[in-house]
């Protein structure tokens, strides 16, 4: 902000240097896409991907199917899980040994983890599986599927203004060091001379 002010105030300075200028500019057009582009970049990868993801939710609807299944008899749990949110997951769930028909008419027996917390023999609880019974995760539902978009965006966002200002503080810092190089030339022009008379000091 205090190069884009500069750049206001000294475009008609005799002092003001063609660096100051250029620094001024690179602020200005980094200000503008970081107010522009970045959200623009954002709202577009937010849009493809919250199309995307509904799209796939909406495939994983037609090919899964939740059906009822039937305790058999309760699995014990195995050994202790050292993640914690693998561990806290599980422990919201019971492994039971369980029978279903699939949405195709087959009947199939397997452990699974079941949604109960004291589970019986005769028990039912929701399963979810595939056209022919095997056991699939529940499909993704449109508040996640946009959650996701969402956070895509933000990231494109947050990562579009990072490259920019990024950017920004390499062009400034070859003009910079670009300016420091003339004055090294100047020094080494003017140095042997400094302080003689007659040589303007």
Known sequence: MRALVGLWCWRHNPLCRKSDLAEAWVAFAAVLLMAVAAPLAGFAIGSLSRDALLQSAREQHKARHEIAATVVKKVSRPPVDPDPETSSARDKHSRVLADWTAPDGTTHSGTV????????????????????????????????????????????????????????RLVVWRLIARRYDRWDQAWDKAGPDWGRTGTGS
């Open 113 to 168: 983890f079941a949604d109960l917390r004291s589970p019986d023999p005769g028990d039912r609880f929701a399963l979810w599986t595939d056209e022919h019974g095997q056991v699939v995760g529940r499909p993704l539902d449109d508040v996640t599927a946009s959650t996701h978009a969402a956070l895509a965006g933000f990231g494109t966002a947050v990562a579009v203004i990072g490259l920019v200002e990024g950017t920004r």
